[in-house]
């Protein structure tokens, strides 16, 4: 009854397709302005979003960071020129290396920069570099997945607690 209620005010022809073939998009001939909106109700907004913005994984990739073995790795990514971070994950750096994931995190045609530090002084807070060690990389306008390979440097970015 839910979704008569809903259909029904859009139009005649998204209840038709509604009942006609739930969850089907594409095979009717009604006109493309009927199929827009026309497929079950409650999530096409959703769906429609989706559609306008296909999201992309972005992988950080350390390797080098012996330095830092067994200290935290913590990762924060903004879009660019934004200050706040859109994500942040943490980590352990292992081996000299860490990987650290956002599934389904970037926008196509957005850029990102990501922020990073080493939690040199174990306080589990991040402290201006050189106290911990932090980083900064810019990850081009987005076109797919991004794995964004990162190595040790002593090029800091004492801005980099501002993100976390
Ligand atoms: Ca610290």
Redesign the pocket.
């Known amino acids: 009854m839910d979704r008569l209620r809903l259909a029904a005010p859009v139009m005649f022809t998204a209840l038709a397709l509604a009942l006609g073939f739930p969850g089907c998009d594409s095979s009717d001939s009604g006109g493309k302005d009927a199929i827009t909106d026309s497929p079950g109700g409650a999530d096409i907004s959703g769906d429609r979003f989706d559609d306008h913005g296909e999201k992309f994984t972005l992988v950080v990739s350390g390797s080098g960071f012996a330095p830092h073995e067994g200290q935290a790795l913590t990762v924060a990514f903004l879009e660019a020129g934004d200050d706040s971070a859109k994500g942040t994950q943490s980590t352990t750096i292992t081996g000299g290396d860490f990987t650290v994931t956002f599934p389904d995190v970037l926008e196509a045609g957005r850029a990102y920069t990501v922020k990073y530090?080493a939690?040199?002084?174990?306080?589990?807070?991040?402290?201006t570099p050189p106290?911990?060690h932090g980083w900064s990389a810019s990850v081009p306008a987005v076109t797919g997945d991004v794995t964004l390979p990162v190595t040790h440097n002593t090029n800091f970015d004492t801005s980099v607690c501002n993100f976390f």
């Open positions: 530090y939690d040199l002084s174990g306080n589990e807070t991040c402290d106290i911990d």
